[in-house]
């Protein structure tokens, strides 16, 4: 969406309620130690009381490539 990268995910109201992180992170490299959360942005979009879709926002960066992983722990 112009300079803005948009992810958009599902996951589990109970899981997140629970402690389970859910984290969206961004490399430009993909090497080990690159991926970074800097300047995400989360909406939920929908929660119709057991998941809810989130919205991740994450400028476009710069270098012409920008890869972006869903990290759940």
Known sequence: NGGTLEYTYTRRKSAFVGGILFQVEW???????????????????????????????????????RFVRLRVQ
């Open 27 to 65: 490399s430009d490299t993909l090497e080990a130690l690159s991926w970074a959360d800097d300047d995400v942005t989360e909406e939920i979009l929908s929660d119709n009381g057991s998941e809810q879709q989130v919205k991740a926002s994450l400028p476009a960066g710069s270098s012409g490539r």
